[in-house]
């Protein structure tokens, strides 16, 4: 395994500038703004890598799409969801390994999410998911994004948009099955689907939806709303409207729900190695992609009496040596007192006390082999313990997605493979 990377911490500043007017202004949006990106410059790129930092396993994120494509039936085809920076992994590592590995295409929820990967050179489809601002519908034809309609008057504008600059716009149409977030009720959805279906300037590519719980033990919700999808697929039929892709399964739905597959399935999280839930389907050999680390910044003896911490939340009952780990929840890990673990020398060292920002302390008293600057894992493996997403979940008092996101990029990704 070697270094094949490191982002620099993506410490950003974005400032508003008129969108260029040669290649990227899209019809109509010659006083459009956008936000750009600047670089710190030269400067941090050379800066030592910080004492806390995110890895990813890009040769495990390789093994994981080739293990969904050899899991899947062979006609069905994957799309998949790189929002939120490819869940904190990374979106053009992310977008890449997915398209050269059996996917056809991704899905993004801004437009900055798209920009960057087209402004990288990546050609694949991108399916825009929520709903748009009329403002963004111009970028999203000149940039040959595919767009989620959710009502007549966004596919109204966009078919004006596109029909402007004599382009046809790739159009799913999302139909809400019971989310209630976006989408057209499924009992109304028809003069929707008639309309995109008829606009010269829209092409009508994809029905879609979304399930509100895919991946529980209980199905019945999934059912019910799989059922609406059906309705709406079969008043399609009887109208004769063309489509080629319906899809509405997440990582969940595609591992239990395979009467619910069609023609695509949508998966964010399975690829990145994290199952939606601890009850759904397994997939022999997929393993998490990400792991965090640190080292041991500081080491202190504790005399009985004596606090660890914002608080006094720990008090020594007895002499006590402690690991100052200088990772806190302004880098997304959880705020926790007297909770959680890290992992140094492969063993479980516990969190005392309070942590703050940028520090966590943890006891060390039955780790004699740790020292100043050993490694410490606060997420993934290290020997044959594991602190694993769900668990961090659990202490964060939240779900697996939102600790795979939370993590800042204050803390840098460095990409490995083999
Ligand atoms: C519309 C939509 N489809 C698919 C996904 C992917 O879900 P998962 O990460 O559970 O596969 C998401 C993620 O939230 C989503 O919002």
């Given at each position: 395994m070697h270094t094949v990377e490191i982002t620099p911490p993506a410490a950003r500043f974005y400032s508003v500038v008129?969108?260029?007017?040669?290649?990227?202004?899209?019809?109509?949006?010659?006083?459009a703004t956008i936000w750009r990106e600047e670089s710190f410059g030269p400067s941090t790129e050379r800066?030592?890598?910080?004492?806390a930092w995110v890895e990813i396993n890009l040769a495990q994120l390789r093994r994981n799409f080739r293990l969904i494509g050899a899991d899947k039936p062979a006609a069905l085809k994957l799309m998949s969801v790189v929002k939120d920076d490819g869940y904190g992994h990374g979106i053009l590592q992310v977008a890449n390994m997915a398209i050269g590995h059996g996917v056809s295409s991704v899905a993004v929820s801004t437009l900055h999410e798209a920009m960057i990967l087209r402004d990288a050179g990546f050609t694949a489809p991108i399916l825009m998911l929520g709903e748009r601002h009329g403002t963004e519908l111009p970028w999203c034809v000149q940039h040959h994004l595919a767009v989620c309609i959710n009502d007549i008057t966004t596919a109204e504008t966009l078919a004006r948009t596109a029909a402007r600059v004599n382009k046809r716009v790739p159009v799913h149409v999302k139909i809400d099955t019971g989310m209630a977030r976006y989408g057209v009720r499924w009992d109304a959805a028809m003069p929707l689907l008639e309309f995109v279906a008829k606009e010269k300037s829209l092409l009508l590519e994809g029905v879609m939806s979304h399930f509100?719980?895919?991946?529980?033990?209980?199905k019945g919700y999934a059912m019910l709303q799989h059922g609406r999808f059906l309705g709406v697929l079969e008043a399609m039929e009887a109208a004769r409207l063309p489509v080629h892709y319906r899809h509405l399964c997440n990582s969940g739905g595609y591992l239990d729900l395979p009467q619910a597959h069609h023609d695509m399935v949508r998966i964010g999280i399975l690829p990145l190695g994290v199952?939606?839930?601890?009850?759904c389907r397994r997939i022999e050999?997929?393993?998490?992609?990400m792991t965090v680390k640190t080292r041991v910044s500081g080491i202190r003896t504790l005399q009985p009496g004596e606090c660890v911490g914002y608080g006094m939340h720990y008090r020594a009952n007895e002499p006590r040596r402690i690991a100052v780990l200088p990772v806190g929840y302004g880098d997304g890990y959880p705020r926790l007192r007297n909770r959680g673990h890290a992992l140094i020398a492969g063993r479980r060292a516990p969190v005392i006390g309070g942590n703050a920002m940028d520090a966590t302390m943890v006891d060390i008293s039955d780790i004699p082999e740790a020292g100043m600057w050993s490694e410490a894992v606060l997420m993934g493996r290290q020997g044959s313990e594991e602190i694993t997403a769900r668990e961090l979940a659990q202490w964060k008092g939240t779900v697996t997605y939102e600790v795979l996101v939370g993590w800042?990029?204050?803390?840098p990704r460095v990409y490995l493979d083999e």
């Open positions: 008129p969108a260029p007017t040669s290649t990227s202004s899209p019809a109509g949006g010659e006083n800066l030592p890598l910080r004492n509100s719980q895919s991946d529980e033990q209980d199952f939606p839930s601890q009850v050999g997929i393993r998490p992609v800042r990029t204050r803390l």
